[in-house]
């Protein structure tokens, strides 16, 4: 079986494993895992913030980066089909108090003119006040697409002119890095509070981290305890971390080019693929997905009609020529 539902089913190379058996640990909620901080200061670097936390899930620094953002009351604006709308299980409400309201775009891009008219000032008693703005990049549901710079830039601009904090969802924010040759510190520069998965194509099997500034990033680890998720010798899976991004972070690349020979195999044009997933619609996507697996090939549904594709780590060149082969006959 060739396994495309998703950039989450890696499993960890030996080199990473060896790595996470050497880590050096101590007890985290005590500030004391050497690795685990390690980790924080390079993630946070990278993207030219000051502090970072370690998550176990991307949910739950969504969570945390949001809830920072927002408060019980208020509003995240995002597009229609952003993770923390779609695939969190409604926690930004259930947990923090925080309520959505949404725009559509195609590719799941950002634009200050459709901003323009959501937004909803502090009018006292009458709306609800609109605390940040959400983008998420690459954009999963919208097929991994890139978010153009320049929206980001345009989007930066006008949260400081109305003082709106900007949300960053970068579970795959490598991949875009990558695609673009955008710097991850020049994305940084666009969220006050962002959040990068460790466990989607970079290959570690756990980890996120919420990056911000070092006084909400305190907060953040407070709240972090507070939901549970205060974990003590995780250096063994900040090593993992680590090593992803020594060793996991250009061969995206190779993912991307997987990505583009499957969408061509199923009839997408492959200039629309920006990163490492494919989603296409068909007549009935659970049948497509039946009729893929008796091919030899794990797609996923994530609509009725909306099939996807992801490329990651585990699949080879000579995988993605096999998978080929079985799609083209779908
Ligand atoms: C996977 C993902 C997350 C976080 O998911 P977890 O499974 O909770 O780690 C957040 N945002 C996006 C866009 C994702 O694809």
Same mark, same amino acid.
């Given at each position: 079986?060739?396994?495309?539902?998703?950039?989450?089913v890696?499993?960890?190379?030996e080199g @990473?494993?060896?790595? @996470?058996?050497?880590?050096d640990?101590?007890?985290?909620?005590?500030g004391?895992?050497?690795?685990?901080? #390690?980790?924080?200061?390079? %993630?946070?670097?990278?993207?030219?913030?000051?502090?970072? *936390?370690?998550?176990?899930? !991307?949910? @739950? #620094?969504?969570?945390l980066? %949001?809830?920072?953002?927002?408060?019980?009351?208020?509003?995240v604006?995002?597009?229609a089909r952003?993770?923390?709308a779609?695939?969190?299980?409604?926690?930004?409400?259930a947990v923090? !108090?925080?309520?959505m309201?949404?725009?559509?775009?195609?590719?799941?891009?950002?634009?200050?003119?459709?901003?323009?008219?959501?937004?909803?000032?502090? *009018?006292?008693?009458?709306?609800?006040?609109?605390?940040?703005?959400?983008?998420e990049n690459?954009?999963?549901? #919208?097929?991994?697409? %890139?978010?153009? *710079?320049?929206?980001?830039?345009?989007?930066?601009a006008? /949260?400081?002119?109305h003082?709106?904090?900007?949300?960053?969802?970068?579970?795959r924010?490598w991949?875009a890095h990558v695609?673009?040759?955008v710097?991850l510190?020049? +994305?940084?520069?666009?969220?006050?509070?962002?959040?990068?998965?460790l466990s989607?194509?970079l290959?570690a099997?756990?980890?996120s981290l919420?990056?911000?500034?070092?006084?909400?990033?305190?907060?953040?680890r407070?709240r972090?305890k507070?939901l549970?998720?205060g @974990?003590?010798?995780?250096?063994?899976? /900040?090593a993992?971390?680590? +090593?992803?991004?020594?060793?996991?972070?250009d061969r *995206?690349?190779?993912?991307?080019a997987?990505a583009?020979?499957l969408?061509?195999?199923c009839?997408?044009d492959?200039?629309?693929?920006?990163?490492?997933?494919?989603?296409?619609?068909?007549a009935?996507?659970?049948? +497509?997905v039946a009729?893929?697996?008796?091919?030899?090939?794990l797609?996923g549904?994530?609509?009725?009609?909306?099939?996807?594709?992801?490329?990651?780590?585990?699949v080879?060149?000579?995988?993605?020529?096999?998978a080929?082969a079985?799609?083209?006959?779908?």
């Amino acid at each position: 079986m060739i396994d495309l539902r998703s950039d989450t089913v890696t499993r960890p190379t030996e080199g @990473m494993r060896a790595a @996470m058996a050497r880590a050096d640990v101590g007890d985290d909620v005590y500030g004391e895992d050497p690795t685990v901080r #390690a980790l924080e200061e390079r %993630v946070a670097g990278l993207l030219g913030h000051e502090a970072a *936390l370690f998550t176990p899930t !991307g949910s @739950m #620094a969504n969570v945390l980066a %949001v809830g920072l953002l927002v408060a019980p009351g208020q509003e995240v604006l995002c597009e229609a089909r952003a993770h923390i709308a779609r695939a969190e299980l409604g926690a930004h409400g259930a947990v923090s !108090g925080v309520t959505m309201r949404t725009w559509s775009s195609p590719r799941g891009q950002v634009d200050v003119a459709v901003l323009a008219d959501l937004f909803a000032p502090d *009018l006292g008693p009458f709306f609800v006040r609109t605390a940040a703005i959400s983008v998420e990049n690459t954009h999963n549901f #919208a097929g991994g697409a %890139v978010l153009p *710079l320049a929206d980001l830039k345009a989007l930066r601009a006008f /949260a400081d002119e109305h003082s709106v904090a900007v949300h960053l969802d970068g579970a795959r924010l490598w991949n875009a890095h990558v695609a673009t040759g955008v710097s991850l510190e020049e +994305y940084g520069a666009v969220a006050d509070v962002a959040a990068v998965c460790l466990s989607k194509g970079l290959g570690a099997p756990v980890g996120s981290l919420v990056v911000g500034p070092a006084a909400l990033i305190a907060e953040a680890r407070v709240r972090r305890k507070r939901l549970g998720g205060g @974990m003590r010798q995780v250096g063994v899976l /900040a090593a993992g971390g680590l +090593y992803a991004l020594d060793h996991h972070v250009d061969r *995206l690349a190779d993912d991307h080019a997987h990505a583009r020979l499957l969408a061509e195999a199923c009839g997408v044009d492959p200039a629309g693929v920006d990163t490492n997933i494919v989603a296409f619609d068909v007549a009935d996507a659970p049948a +497509y997905v039946a009729a893929a697996r008796e091919a030899g090939v794990l797609v996923g549904a994530v609509g009725a009609r909306t099939v996807r594709l992801v490329t990651h780590l585990d699949v080879s060149r000579a995988d993605t020529a096999q998978a080929v082969a079985a799609l083209a006959r779908l």
